[in-house]
T-cell receptor, first 113, second 112 residues
Framework: NAGVTQTPKFRVLKTGQSMTLLCAQDMNHEYMYWYRQDPGMGLRLIHYSVGEGTTAKGEVPDGYNVSRLKKQNFLLGLESAAPSQTSVYFC????????????FGPGTRLLVL | QQQVKQSPQSLIVQKGGIPIINCAYENTAFDYFPWYQQFPGKGPALLIAIRPDVSEKKEGRFTISFNKSAKQFSLHIMDSQPGDSATYFCAASYGNTDKLIFGTGTRLQVFP
């Protein structure tokens, strides 16, 4: 099992460009999450999904959109990138009711110039 | 009320020492408190977790102490090793969404 995978690993964008980050999991998990990690701020939840076809806002959703068309995939979109979105993005998945056991991907480092 | 406050921001100990990382919360609805370990360039991974109906949980060299009345919990690493050098995050969750609220992280360095 690959677990949780993320593509790409690293990307440089110019302000105003758009991109999509892909997260895939092969553990048949219902729940999936997108976080951003910034120095001194821990991990902050952007959006999450409790099942195929569902999405919900997390703590810092502005400037991002998500889609969960297939159970195994969770996409994070930036329509018009801003320098404030420079961060490391982590995807995670979990199978409730194993509460709190989220499995994280390796991260995508995004630099917005 | 949704915050989890973590301290210290960084910690340096010698091999064999017992680093202690502390977290505090306000929301009494939190009912699950995991700790995650993150190595450089990797995603966080679950280390150990506790529910508020117990005051202590031990797994190998890692122990969580939980003080429900003070709304605080801490991670102790016994006989710390250089391989324990990582960033540690406490977290809390409530309800049935499995959402986690993370602390800001503690960077631990264990020197030989």
């Amino acid at each position: 099992n690959a677990g949780v995978t993320q593509t790409p690993k690293f990307r440089v964008l110019k302000t105003g460009q758009s991109m999509t980050l892909l997260c895939a999991q092969d553990m048949n998990h219902e729940y999936m999450y997108w976080y951003r990690q910034d120095p001194g701020m821990g991990l902050r939840l952007i959006h999450y999904s409790v099942g195929e076809g569902t999405t919900a806002k997390g703590e810092v959703p502005d400037g991002y959109n998500v889609s969960r068309l297939k159970k195994q995939n969770f996409l994070l979109g930036l329509e018009s990138a801003a320098p404030s979105q420079t961060s490391v993005y982590f995807c995670a998945s979990s199978y409730s009711p194993l509460k709190g056991t989220q499995y994280f991907g390796p991260g995508t480092r995004l630099l917005v110039l | 009320q949704q915050q989890v406050k973590q301290s210290p921001q960084s910690l340096i100990v010698q091999k064999g020492g017992i680093p202690i990382i502390n977290c505090a919360y306000e929301n009494t609805a939190f009912d699950y408190f995991p700790w995650y370990q993150q190595f450089p360039g990797k995603g966080p991974a679950l280390l150990i977790a506790i529910r508020p109906d117990v005051s202590e949980k031990k797994e190998g060299r890692f122990t969580i102490s939980f003080n429900k009345s003070a709304k605080q919990f801490s991670l102790h690493i016994m006989d710390s090793q250089p391989g324990d050098s990582a960033t540690y995050f406490c977290a809390a969750s409530y309800g049935n969404t499995d959402k986690l609220i993370f602390g800001t992280g503690t960077r631990l360095q264990v020197f030989p």
